[in-house]
């Protein structure tokens, strides 16, 4: 059972509760930080995914964004019992015009085709960008055919650069913009953030809006 203390007992756990999720906060950002100076690993091969114009190959996923983030929902052919955990993940990423305004595309892809995955999607009612991989190479060769995963890509005039990967406990703390954008080379694009030269790195809380209204 928890312990009942006086409130200036509370007072006092908390904040040595609170020096340590400070502490913890700072190597966050540090590991952010590190994360944006990866090494890149340019993508030549091209791939066939299908989504609601048809064929597509990865560019089109970017949608003219300079980012992208793909994650794996484990969405099978026939799939009588869709992924929860997967689902959760997937209900719990926020609007998509917070990563847009960031330069940053989020889409989902899965093994099932392209049919199934849009009664799926009907179901849950969301509307994430979604992909069929069916017939693809692309979940085996970015480390996604056997379970869930998320990856994070560059674009550079034409060329593209795969620059992070994780699965695992590494999505479960992953949904909210802030998160999602940590993951990319380009960060959040604020002031505070240690960032490579040449990043942009606007004033923060400037660039946030209601979602309906960015440009």
């Known amino acids: 059972m928890r312990q009942i203390v006086a409130a200036d ?37 091209q791939y066939r995914l299908r989504g609601p ?6 560019p089109e996923l970017f949608d003219g964004r300079r ?14 019992d869709p992924c929860s955990g997967c689902s959760m993940f997937a209900d719990n990423i926020g609007h998509l015009a917070h990563l847009h305004a960031r330069d940053t595309s989020l889409v989902l892809v ?34 996604v055919a056997d379970g869930f995963g998320l990856n994070v890509f560059l674009r550079e005039g034409e060329r593209i650069f795969r ?9 479960e703390a992953l949904g909210s913009t802030w998160t999602l954008l940590d993951l990319t080379p ?3 694009q ?14 923060p809380y400037e660039w946030w809006r209601l979602h309906d209204e960015y440009e």
């Not at 340590?20 to 100076?37: F, G, I, M, N, P």
């Not at 114009?53 to 990865?58: F, N, P, Q, S, Y």
């Open 9 to 45: 007992q509370w007072r006092a756990a908390h904040e040595r509760l609170l020096t340590e999720e400070k502490a913890a906060t700072r190597a966050r950002d540090a590991l952010a930080a590190r994360r944006r100076r990866m090494p890149m690993l340019e993508v030549t091969k």
């Open 53 to 58: 114009a048809g064929i597509v190959g990865l």
């Open 67 to 80: 980012q992208l983030i793909v994650y794996r929902h484990m969405l099978q052919p026939g799939d009588p």
């Open 110 to 143: 899965s093994a099932a085709p392209f049919d199934e995955i849009e009664r799926f999607r009907t179901r849950m009612g969301w509307e994430l960008p979604w992909y069929s991989a069916a017939g693809s190479d692309f979940e085996a060769d970015f480390d």
């Open 163 to 171: 620059t992070y990967f994780t699965s695992g406990r590494g999505v």
């Open 186 to 188: 380009l960060g959040r």
């Open 190 to 203: 604020e002031t505070w953030e240690d960032a490579p030269e040449g990043t942009p790195q606007p004033p």
